[in-house]
């Protein structure tokens, strides 16, 4: 069964920088490499909403909202993706939520909190 679980969030001044990462584990009918990684965000009474996605040719695709200031990226060897996340705005404060995707399978994780306030 595959797991992601993701880390790094917390508490940032507006303008501040966060690091997420998610690890991921328990590929069993394709390796990690093989999958499309993306961060999605659900704010409270809002949807869940696309972030980034980085591809297996590591191409990586923002939101407008982000564009510029997110940077994802992958580790392969690790099974991990991080989204650096720089200049933080108030309407950044979510939960960030890793996303696995392979064809027809797709898997999520439970999601890290950041919050953006001064």
């Known amino acids: 069964q595959v797991q992601l679980v993701e880390s790094g969030g917390g508490l940032v001044q507006p303008g501040g920088s966060l690091r997420l990462s998610c690890a991921a584990s328990g590929f069993t009918f394709s390796s990690f490499r093989n999958y499309a990684m993306s961060w999605y965000r659900q704010a409270p009474g809002k949807g869940r909403e696309l972030v980034a996605t980085?591809?297996?040719?590591?191409?990586?695709n923002y939101a407008e909202v982000v564009k510029g200031r997110f940077t994802i990226s992958r580790d392969n060897a690790k099974n991990t993706v991080d989204l650096q996340m720089n200049s933080l705005k108030p309407e950044d404060t979510a939960v960030y939520i890793c996303?696995?995707?392979?064809?027809?399978?797709?898997?999520w994780g439970q999601g890290t909190q950041v919050t953006v306030s001064s």
């Open positions: 996303r696995a995707l392979l064809l027809n399978l797709g898997y």
């Open positions: 980085i591809s297996t040719g590591d191409i990586g």
